[in-house]
């Protein structure tokens, strides 16, 4: 299948010579905050062609022999980058040599305090910050196969998200580490990570990474990822990329899990110690499916990865641990989808509701929101109830295997359900209302699980729970999400006083509490407030804290306070994310 369509987030245009294979070489300079990189690119075909680059310093441009090949590197557009063009000679390879910035969108270093032990340096390219580390062709609508090696200190490990790991030599001075991606795969999902990084494993084809510090609790946590491995894989068809490990990250990821192919980047606070982090695992895992194998073709689609991995993951997540924890999650995902249609309308940002938005001229970074996600998984749901399990199911096999290492866009997509389950099943569910159309469909599915009735019946009444109460921690992190907002501070102080939440090990749990009392303005809990915000880079964490903060203006100034504390530890990509949440 060919893509003819551009995608508006990239500067390759369908139709230029294509990536078919890179090959980098990567030297991370923990003192300068920089990567010196040689990147050996092989294309499909000679001709004139184009690379996204941001804010790389690019020192050579050659053939294998060294040769120089003449090349322009356009102006620096604030959204894209710079366009940097060739032409591709007859032998097709090129070598740029280049290095980054420190300033790097895609990379967060970390000094030994920042990392809890040695330094750690790492990558995150979705969506559009690839090209901030490697330069390509940054659009996930081209894919490649991809080797790597890390030149690192001795006393560090360097992972790369791929699924063989060639070797690892050592000299006196420096480690090199070899690894190599036989499968095809996109921009945004290439990755490393350096830092000082022990294992455990899980089975023969998995095992957890982490500071040595986490290993323990981690490999615990998720001890149950081959269990989640077989029902993807009973549901969705074999796995399809080798190997799947797990790297538990620093505090500061900016993200709940991401899923780099073969390695997914996890946020520490899913080691929790009570097995709420899993269904997170299970969400990163279904990725390999849907997202990492069949590929949204460009940010508009999105939707294509987020909503089919939603729904995926709560089938996989419903196989181990039943349908009551599964709904249990949905209806978690819809309090966040709530917030975020209010956010839009009140910022007049309503197009950005519907399920497959116009983003071009816009970093998807900056219009990141649950909408893709439940809306997206609310659709697949309601097709699901629509023709019954058992045809949908086969649907979902079918659609996996048509598209496999494919990127396809929302058009595509339509076209395969309409073809699939037909055009009757299509107008009765009113397909195009729910991807075009804003705002959430009136014939939505409603979420059904056991677990929701009691702690909805203690939320709606403003109850205190009972100190005997039983929930699992999803169930409290929904009780307080559904907790009227109009509560009085003496709520807060009883129900502080009876369950200690503001400083509860659940991160999830701890936070929702924070982010209630501080919102009632409770000020017993502004030094726990303090100490999260200094301590936590996860964006879905900071911008709502920030933002209750911002609430009061002596709050805003504490926010402030805080924010210029905190900043030098976060991801760049929260920086911006509270900058803005703290703008609002
Ligand atoms: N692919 C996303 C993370 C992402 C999205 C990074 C867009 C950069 C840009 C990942 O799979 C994800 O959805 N993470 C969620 C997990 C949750 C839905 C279980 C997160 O981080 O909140
Ligand atoms: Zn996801």
Not at 543 to 552: I, M, N, S
């Amino acid at each position: 299948m060919h893509i003819h369509s551009n995608d508006p987030h990239s500067f390759y245009q369908a139709g230029q010579p294509k990536i078919e294979l890179i090959s980098w070489v990567v030297t991370p300079d923990f003192s300068e905050k920089r990567l010196s990189c040689m990147a050996r690119i092989f294309f499909d075909r000679p001709g004139n062609t184009a690379l996204d680059t941001r804010d790389l310093r690019i020192l050579k441009v050659t053939d294998t022999d060294l040769v120089g090949i003449p090349f322009e590197l356009g102006s620096p557009d604030p959204l894209l980058g710079s366009r940097l063009s060739f032409d591709v000679p007859e032998k097709r390879v090129v070598e740029i040599r280049y290095e980054t910035s420190p300033d790097a969108h895609g990379i967060q270093w970390m000094s030994s305090e920042l990392a809890g032990g040695k330094p750690f340096v790492y990558t995150q390219g979705e969506a559009i910050n690839a090209r901030t580390y490697i330069p390509c062709q940054d659009t996930p609508s081209v894919k490649f196969k991809f080797g790597a090696t890390l030149v690192v200190p001795t006393d560090l490990r360097g992972l790369i998200a791929a699924s063989e790991h060639v070797g690892r030599t050592q000299t006196e001075s420096c480690a090199v580490e070899e690894w190599n991606m036989p499968f095809p795969i996109t921009s945004y999902l290439i990755a490393f990570a350096v830092g000082d990084l022990v294992s455990e494993e899980l089975s023969d084809r998995s095992r957890v990474w982490a500071q040595p510090h986490m290993l323990e609790k981690a490999a615990n946590e998720f001890r149950d990822i081959p269990k989640l491995m077989a029902a993807g894989e009973r549901l969705f068809g074999e796995y399809p990329f080798g190997r799947y490990d797990v790297l538990v990250m620093p505090d500061a990821f900016p993200y709940g899990g991401m899923e780099n192919p073969c390695l997914s980047f996890l946020t520490p606070a899913l080691v929790a110690g009570d097995g709420s982090g899993i269904s997170t695992v299970a969400h990163e895992l279904a990725h390999s499916w849907t997202g990492n194998l069949v590929t949204n073709a460009n940010w508009d689609s999105f939707w294509l990865n987020e909503g089919w991995t939603v729904w995926a993951e709560d089938r996989i997540v419903e196989e181990v641990y039943g349908a009551d924890v599964a709904m249990l999650g949905r209806k978690l995902l819809e309090l966040e989808f709530q917030d975020d249609l209010r956010h839009f309308e009140k910022a007049g940002e309503w197009r950005f509701t519907a399920l497959c938005p116009d983003t071009a001229g816009i970093d998807p970074d900056d219009v990141f929101s649950r909408v893709p996600y439940f809306k997206g998984a609310q659709l697949l749901t309601l097709l699901e109830q629509t023709v019954g399990r058992e045809r949908f199911d086969a649907f979902a096999l079918r659609y996996i295997d048509a598209f496999k290492y494919q990127s396809i866009d929302t058009e595509t997509f339509l076209d395969f359900l309409q073809t699939e389950l037909g055009q009757e099943v299509f107008d009765q569910v009113r397909v195009e209302e729910w991807v075009y159309g804003p705002g959430y469909p009136k014939n939505a599915p409603e979420i059904r699980s056991s677990l929701i009735g009691p702690v909805e019946e203690l939320a709606r009444k403003g109850e205190v729970p009972p100190p005997n109460v039983d929930w699992i921690m999803p169930q409290w992190q929904l009780y307080l999400e559904l907790l009227p907002r109009d509560l009085s501070l003496d709520f807060i102080d009883r129900l502080e006083g009876s369950f200690r939440l503001s400083t509860e090990e659940n991160t999830e749990v701890r936070w929702s509490f924070l982010v209630l009392a501080t919102k009632t303005g409770y000020l017993p809990v502004f030094s726990e407030v303090e100490r999260f915000l200094l301590a936590k880079g996860r964006m879905k964490y900071l911008k709502p804290l920030y933002a209750a903060l911002g609430e009061t203006p002596e709050g805003r100034a504490y926010a402030e306070i805080i924010f210029a504390n905190a900043r030098h530890s976060y991801h760049p990509v929260a920086v911006r994310a509270v900058e803005n949440a703290l703008a609002a």
